[in-house]
């Protein structure tokens, strides 16, 4: 059986799949629970009671309930995107900026991901690779916006033939 080199055996896109203005809507949801936030924050040694202490949310702060770690939220955005575009092409990321949390996440929030190719070049350094600048938003279940991310993937360019497998 061969296999189209338009995507990597793995299914992630090569660089030359990136056209500016493609917007990916990920098909992968996922309801974010309190042990996502316990786990995550305990392994990252964040003892912020704002993400761990139930009865400190709800007795000093505005939101009454303990908010999702923002780098969860952060880390799961992106994760969301990677069976749709990238796995098995990365070389490596290069960079994130634009990082925004415009509304709070909590725990039974359902959250949906999309995608928007804003750049793309050949790179410099390596005939092989390009970069790619994706801009990834996540939203809840309601159609708020929770988070985004401007993110700088290295990317493989596609292989010069067919590959049998």
Request: proline share 4%.
């Amino acid at each position: 059986m061969s296999y189209s080199a338009s995507r990597h055996p793995r299914g992630g896109l090569y660089f030359e799949e990136f056209k500016v203005g493609r917007v990916f809507r990920h098909g992968l949801t996922r309801t974010v629970t309190q042990m996502d936030n316990m786990l995550f924050s305990n392994m990252t040694l964040n003892p912020q009671p704002l993400h761990i202490d139930a009865h400190f949310c709800e007795t000093e702060t505005q939101w009454g309930r303990p908010l999702m770690n923002s780098l969860f939220t952060l880390g799961l955005m992106i994760g969301i995107s990677v069976n749709d575009t990238t796995v098995g092409t990365t070389i490596g990321n290069l960079g994130m900026t634009d990082v925004k949390f415009p509304a709070p996440v909590f725990e039974g929030d359902t959250i949906r991901v999309e995608t928007e190719i804003v750049g793309a070049r050949e790179s410099k350094s390596r005939q092989d690779a390009g970069i790619v600048d994706f801009l990834h938003r996540a939203y809840k279940q309601d159609g708020t916006l929770v988070a985004e991310c401007k993110r700088q993937g290295f990317m493989l360019k596609r292989p010069s033939e067919t590959v049998e497998v």
